[in-house]
Structure formats: structure tokens, C-alpha cells
């Protein structure tokens, strides 16, 4: 079979449905149904719709999962008795003898019962994945199904009348009457079986919901929902007919009751299914089912209410109009306890042991506008972060530099994960089961991200959730990552200042210092020759000058180092055309409209160009390289561009040497800026806020 011919198969099935459903309507018209029962057929049409129309649906979808043709089979079967039904009316009720074979119309109207019921078992026992929740499971299903065919069989093969519905005797032609009592056994055996197996059936939607965990558990939930709702819904009727008894009030209770159930079989049931296989997240379920847990807990308080009162003052009183107002006026003023009530309550079976997200909203607002240190504020967001959402641990990532850092941690014991690289300015993978971002002013910076237990996974309210306290924590990230980045870069210029005294303090050990040590042993070797050798002294102190003279250029070189006498007297222009002179490569110097600044600012880009040149002659293997120096609205600019073998600024985080040109700049309000691309030359440029020279 093809997989066209298998997604048809179903809809070939539904028009069948659609019309055993419009023969039933016609004949329902001509019987005159709709007017002895307007609400009960209008109900019948919409469960053969709901089952009929999901079940195509679903084995369209997945034609190999039974789920869909079980939903398809359920409305032929009820659409099916619902035909046969009118068929009897109108075979021996509203045109005696007009049609033939009401007779087998008769044994139909029963026999289809079993067969619905044991699918309908099938169903709860299958669902979502169209198979059975282990091994153990496995003789379920054939056992399901040979119970409902014992008592389809036991149904057919009855001896005696056949009961209709319809007001007419018909005996059973195919009844076997010897085998009358085998025959009540085995529909004993089978009804009573078939109604047993509903017990493992909703054993196994329960075992599912606490076993599964991702789309399979928010799938069952949408079932067990309305599956519990109905129950509830049958508890109430039963308990309100064993309290009422028998009255006017008990009967139109019932059929209440009924009504509601069968909407609730025949309509929730295939719509939940629909929704939970095809869109579990179509809609919010805990909100429907928090308002339908508050609504249905204010109902039977109010009716609690209500019903003691009135019994007790009707005890004293008798059945007075007094009763009535006073029980009236019990509801009114129990109204708002009992509102209160069912919020918590609801509250309670939504969100567990959770606050709710206007409470979550609420207090993480409330937090912000406290004083909280730096190292206190994160904490405190993970802990929120965990409480609110039901998590088993959560993080706040932290943006710093060019990677997410997690910040911290609840509970505080976790481990700690690894720093993810940013590529871009998108949101990485981060170990979790769901990370939202944290921006601000268009700006990543941070990820706010849960680990949720297996056995209740993340769901669209608290997605939603996360997004709200998102919004809200970007202010706490932006202040707390300026602190963590001005703490970075005071470790780094302190740690470049150490590094820079260090290697002059080895500069002057192993040179000048060496030299003047030097210097001194041999004038006081010449002090010893001036009497015993004037002419050799005299040659010694030659020499002396001359040893001098070198250490003294030993020096100013040395000064030169940590701020150029060329760059205090004449500027930047010169100091780094006398810079390009000294590397290897080609090397043009352009100036345009730059003057005398600042003595911090002019340090700050020398240095940063001959960083900038330093590195080129290490790695970029260029040809030519180009210093452009220039104005532009009132900063300076500069950039040193080469055409060497570049690299991807993606893959290859800043060095040392490109770090403190970021961080020198920085400490003076400026900018750098990285370009290149691999075998295109690196582009190195800067901008500083400029401050007129003192």
C-alpha cells in the first residue's frame, strides 16, 4: 500500500461515517427524534463528528499508529447504533412494514454497544503512543478485545426479546435457547470483564503520566484532564442522587449530569486526544485547568454551603421562604472565603509547591529595588529562577568579553559548567533543558536557564515565565557584567603594568645596571693607576668616557620605551613615521587634521599602533602595511592595516597583546575594532574621545 493510499484510507472510512450519520439524521426527522430529545441528538452528532473527523486526522497522519483508526471505529459503531435505532422507530413504530430486515436492525441496535465500549478501553489503554506501556502490558489488549466480541456474540445469540428502546416486542430469530444459560454466562463473564478492564486502562494513563516526561507527558495531560473532569463529573451525579433521593429536582439533576458526562466522553475526549497528538501546545492547559479547578471548587462550596444551611434551618424552622433567605444570604456572604479557597487550591494543583508567575513577577521586582552587593544579586536570581519554575537547578549566564559565563548557580552546590564562546551576537548552546536570553537595549547579555526534573518537563507557562523574568533581569545583568568587566580589566592592566615593571626592572639588571656596576670596578682600578701609571690612567679614563657613553644611550633608550622623548616634543605623526623606519616591512605613515592631544591620549595610541606593528612582523607575513591617523566628529581615529594572511575573528579569541590595546583604550573612554578575514589582511583601528593637550 502506498503512502498516498494510506493517508486516503482514512477519509474513505470518515465519508462512510458521514453517511451512516446522515441516514440516521434523515430518519431521526421522519421519527420525529429531534423533538422528544433536542439535546441528546445535537450531542450524538457532535461525538460522531469529534471521533469520526480526529481519528481520520490521526491515521492520515500516522496511519500506523491505531490511536486514529480506534477514534474512526468508535463513531462508525455510534453512528452505526444510532442508525439502527431509527431504523426500528421507523421499521414498526412511524410506517409499520415499510421497510424489511428490522430484525437485524433490532440485534444491531445492542449487539454494537460491546464493540464501542472495548475500543473506547482501547483507547485509554493505547494512547498517545498506540502501544502499550511495557511488556507486562502486552496480553491487555487481545484480552480487550475477546471480552467485547464474547459479549457482542452473547448479545446476538440471546434467546427471547430483543430490547429496542422503541416500544415494540421483537423476538430474536437467531437466538439458540438450549444454550440459553451458556449464553447468560458468558455475557456475565464478558460485560463484567469488559467493565474490569477499565481499571488497568486508567492505571495505565496514570502510570504514563508519571513515567513520561517531554511532549508524551503534556500529551497525556491533556486526556487526563478531561478524563478526570468526567469523573468528577460522575461522582457528583452519584452523590447528588444518594443525597436528593428521588424528586423532580433529582431527576433534572441526572439528566444534568448526564448531559454533561456524555458532552465531556463525546466531545472532550476526541478533541483532547486531537489536540494532545497533533498540537499539544495548541493551548494553556494549566490555565484551563486552574479556572476550571477554582470555578468547580467555588461551586461545590457554595452548594455545601447551601445545602447545610437550608437543612439546618429547615430542621428548625420547617421549609419556610425564611430558610430559603437565609441560605441565600449563607452563600452571599461565603462567596469570598470560598473564592479564596479556590484560588489556593487551584494554585495548588497547577503550580504544586511553586508561586504563581504574578507572585514570581512580583517578588523578583521587589528584589531588584533592594540593595543587594554584586555577589548576592545573581545568587538570589538562580534561587528565584529554580523556586519559580519547579526546577531542579538553574543558572544565570553571564556575557563577558567573547564568551558566556555561568554567574551562578542554585542550588549552589552544582557544579560549575565550562564558559561558552559567542559567536556573534546570538545565543549559544548552553547545558540545559531551556535557556531564554537576557538582552537589553538590543544587546545580549546573559541566558536565564533551568534543568527540569525527568518527570515534569518545561511546559509553554513556564517558557512564558522565563521570558517575563528575561525582560525583566536585563538592567541586574547589564550592571553586574560592567563590574565583572572593569574587574577583568584591572586584573589585566594590573597584571600588564607587573609584567611591564618586571621586564624593566630585567632591563636594567641585565643591562644599564651591569654596565654601572662595571663602570665603578674599573674607576677605582684607574684611582690606583693615577700615581704608579699616569699614561696607562689616562687611557683607562679614555675608555671609561666611552663605556659611559654607551651606557647613557642604553638608557634613554630604555626611557624611550615607556614614553618617547620624540612623541612629548613633536606628536604622533612623527613618533610613528620614526617607529616605521625600524620594522621590516614596508611601512607609509598618513596624517590627516591630527594635532597635539592629551599626554594619556597620544600614549595610548602610540603604543596601541606599535603593538599593532609588532604584531604583523610576527605573524601577519605582509607585503606592506599602512598607519592612517585622522579626525572624525571630534575623536581621534587611527588604523593600521596590513595585507598579510589574516585570520576568522569567529574562531580566534584576543591575545595578550590585542586585549591591552582593548583595555588601554578603554581606560580612556576609547574603542577598538578588529577586521579580518583569512588571506585579506587584518585591519586594526581605534577611536578615542579627544581631550586638547595641557
Same mark, same amino acid.
Given at each position: 500500500?502506498?503512502a498516498?493510499?494510506?493517508? &486516503? ?7 462512510g ?10 430518519l ?10 433536542p ?12 471521533y469520526?473527523? *480526529? ?13 486514529g483508526?480506534?477514534?474512526?471505529? *468508535? ?32 440485534l +444491531? ?15 485509554a489503554?493505547l494512547?498517545p ?6 511488556q &507486562?502490558?502486552?496480553?491487555?489488549p487481545?484480552?480487550? *478485545? ?11 445469540l440471546t434467546? $427471547? ?17 438450549p444454550?440459553g444459560?451458556?449464553? %447468560?454466562?458468558?455475557? !456475565? ?9 477499565a481499571?488497568?486502562?486508567? #492505571? ?16 497525556? &495531560?491533556?486526556?487526563a484532564y478531561?478524563?478526570? !473532569? ?5 461522582v457528583?451525579?452519584v452523590?447528588?442522587?444518594?443525597v ?7 431527576s433534572?439533576?441526572?439528566?444534568l449530569f448526564?448531559y ?7 466531545? $472532550?475526549?476526541?478533541?483532547?486526544? $486531537? ?9 494553556d492547559l494549566?490555565?484551563?485547568?486552574k479556572?476550571?479547578?477554582m ?6 462550596l ?26 441565600a ?6 462567596? =469570598?472565603p470560598a ?28 528584589r ?7 555577589? /548576592? ?5 538562580a ?10 537547578? @538553574? ?5 563577558v568579553? &567573547? ?9 549552589? !552546590? ?6 561558552v564562546? +559567542?559567536d556573534?551576537?546570538?545565543?549559544? =548552546?548552553v547545558?540545559?533543558? =531551556?535557556?531564554?536570553?537576557v538582552?537589553?537595549r ?6 536565564l ?6 518527570s515534569d518537563?518545561? /511546559?509553554p507557562?513556564?517558557q512564558?515565565?522565563?521570558? /517575563?523574568?528575561a525582560?525583566?533581569?536585563?538592567l ?9 568587566? #572593569? ?10 603594568q607587573?609584567?611591564e ?7 636594567i639588571h %641585565?643591562g644599564?645596571?651591569?654596565?654601572l ?6 674607576l677605582?682600578?684607574?684611582? $690606583?693607576m ?6 696607562r ?5 679614555s675608555?671609561l ?23 612629548? /616634543?613633536?606628536?604622533?605623526p612623527?613618533?610613528?613615521?620614526a ?18 592631544? @592629551?599626554? %594619556? ?6 603604543f596601541?599602533c ?6 604583523i612582523?610576527?605573524?601577519?607575513? @605582509? ?11 571630534g ?12 585570520f ?5 579569541t584576543y ?6 590595546m ?23 583601528a581605534?577611536?578615542v574621545?579627544v581631550?586638547p593637550? !595641557?
Amino acid at each position: 500500500m502506498t503512502a498516498v493510499v494510506r493517508a &486516503r484510507a482514512p477519509w474513505l472510512v470518515w465519508v462512510g461515517g458521514m453517511l451512516l450519520l446522515a441516514a440516521t439524521l434523515s430518519l431521526s426527522v421522519l421519527n420525529g427524534s429531534l423533538s422528544k430529545d433536542p439535546f441528546f441528538i445535537p450531542l450524538a452528532v457532535a461525538m460522531i463528528l469529534g471521533y469520526s473527523t *480526529v481519528g481520520a486526522l490521526l491515521a492520515s497522519r500516522n496511519p500506523r499508529n491505531p490511536i486514529g483508526w480506534l477514534m474512526i471505529a *468508535v463513531g462508525i459503531l455510534f453512528a452505526l447504533s444510532g442508525l439502527t435505532g431509527e431504523y426500528v422507530t421507523y421499521a414498526y413504530v412511524t410506517n409499520p412494514g415499510s421497510v424489511p430486515l428490522g430484525v437485524v436492525a433490532a440485534l +444491531l441496535t445492542n449487539s454494537v454497544w460491546p464493540l464501542m465500549i472495548g475500543a473506547i478501553m482501547l483507547l485509554a489503554l493505547l494512547f498517545p503512543t498506540g502501544r502499550v506501556p511495557s511488556q &507486562r502490558w502486552r496480553y491487555l489488549p487481545p484480552a480487550m *478485545v475477546g471480552l467485547a466480541l464474547i459479549l457482542f456474540i452473547g448479545t446476538v445469540l440471546t434467546p $427471547g426479546p430483543i430490547d429496542t428502546g422503541a416500544g415494540v416486542r421483537i423476538i430474536n430469530p437467531i437466538g439458540v435457547e438450549p444454550l440459553g444459560s451458556v449464553i %447468560d454466562i458468558a455475557g !456475565t463473564i464478558g460485560g463484567i470483564g469488559l467493565m474490569l478492564s477499565a481499571i488497568p486502562a486508567i #492505571l495505565a494513563v496514570v502510570l504514563r503520566f508519571k513515567r513520561s516526561q517531554g511532549e508524551e507527558r503534556q500529551q497525556i &495531560r491533556w486526556l487526563a484532564y478531561v478524563a478526570g !473532569t468526567l469523573a468528577a463529573v460522575i461522582v457528583a451525579g452519584v452523590a447528588t442522587g444518594l443525597v436528593v433521593g428521588s424528586s423532580f429536582g433529582n431527576s433534572f439533576l441526572s439528566e444534568l449530569f448526564f448531559y454533561v458526562g456524555f458532552a465531556l466522553l463525546g466531545i $472532550g475526549v476526541p478533541v483532547a486526544m $486531537g489536540v494532545a497528538v497533533l498540537r499539544y501546545r495548541l493551548y494553556d492547559l494549566d490555565l484551563v485547568v486552574k479556572k476550571t479547578v477554582m470555578y468547580a471548587t467555588v461551586a461545590v462550596l457554595l452548594t455545601a454551603v447551601f445545602l447545610v444551611v437550608a437543612v439546618a434551618i429547615g430542621g428548625i424552622a420547617g421549609r419556610t421562604e425564611t430558610s430559603a433567605i437565609v441560605a441565600a444570604a449563607a452563600i452571599g456572604v461565603s462567596l =469570598w472565603p470560598a473564592l479564596r479557597i479556590a484560588r489556593r487550591l487551584a494554585d495548588r494543583v497547577v503550580y504544586g509547591g511553586r508561586a504563581t508567575p504574578y507572585e514570581v513577577l512580583t517578588s523578583f521586582s521587589e528584589r531588584l529595588s533592594e540593595t543587594y552587593s554584586t555577589a /548576592d544579586v545573581l545568587p538570589r536570581t538562580a534561587q528565584l529562577l529554580a523556586g519559580a519554575t519547579g526546577a531542579a537547578g @538553574a543558572t544565570v549566564w553571564l556575557h563577558v568579553g &567573547r564568551e558566556l559565563r555561568p554567574a551562578a548557580s542554585w542550588p549552589q !552546590t552544582a557544579v560549575a559548567s565550562p564558559p561558552v564562546p +559567542l559567536d556573534a551576537d546570538e545565543l549559544p =548552546w548552553v547545558p540545559a533543558d =531551556w535557556a531564554e536570553e537576557v538582552r537589553d537595549r538590543g544587546e545580549l547579555l546573559g541566558a536565564l536557564a533551568v534543568d527540569m526534573p525527568a518527570s515534569d518537563p518545561i /511546559d509553554p507557562t513556564r517558557q512564558r515565565l522565563l521570558r /517575563d523574568l528575561a525582560a525583566q533581569a536585563g538592567l541586574v545583568l547589564r550592571n553586574v557584567r560592567l563590574i565583572e568587566e #572593569l574587574r577583568e580589566s584591572r586584573r589585566r592592566l594590573v597584571a600588564a603594568q607587573d609584567e611591564e615593571r618586571r621586564r624593566i626592572e630585567r632591563n636594567i639588571h %641585565d643591562g644599564a645596571q651591569q654596565q654601572l656596576v662595571a663602570l665603578s670596578v674599573q674607576l677605582r682600578l684607574v684611582e $690606583g693607576m693615577v700615581e704608579k701609571d699616569p699614561a696607562r690612567a689616562a687611557e683607562q679614563l679614555s675608555s671609561l668616557q666611552a663605556a659611559t657613553t654607551v651606557a647613557l644611550e642604553d638608557l634613554r633608550d630604555l626611557a624611550r620605551g615607556i614614553y618617547p622623548p620624540l612623541l612629548a /616634543d613633536r606628536g604622533l605623526p612623527a613618533a610613528l613615521e620614526a617607529q616605521a623606519t625600524k620594522i621590516s616591512v614596508p611601512t607609509t605613515v598618513e596624517a590627516d587634521g591630527v594635532g597635539r592631544y @592629551a599626554q %594619556d591620549i597620544e600614549a595610548a595610541v602610540y603604543f596601541c599602533c606599535l603593538e599593532a606593528l609588532q604584531n604583523i612582523t610576527k605573524y601577519a607575513n @605582509a607585503s606592506t602595511v599602512r598607519v592612517k591617523l585622522g579626525s572624525r566628529d571630534g575623536d581621534l581615529v587611527f588604523d593600521v592595516t596590513d595585507d598579510g594572511v589574516g585570520f576568522d575573528p569567529a574562531t580566534v579569541t584576543y591575545g595578550t597583546g590585542l586585549q591591552g590595546m582593548a583595555d588601554r583604550l578603554d581606560a580612556i573612554g576609547g574603542t577598538l575594532d578588529v577586521r579580518s578575514e583569512p588571506g585579506r589582511g587584518t585591519t586594526v583601528a581605534g577611536t578615542v574621545p579627544v581631550r586638547p593637550a !595641557t
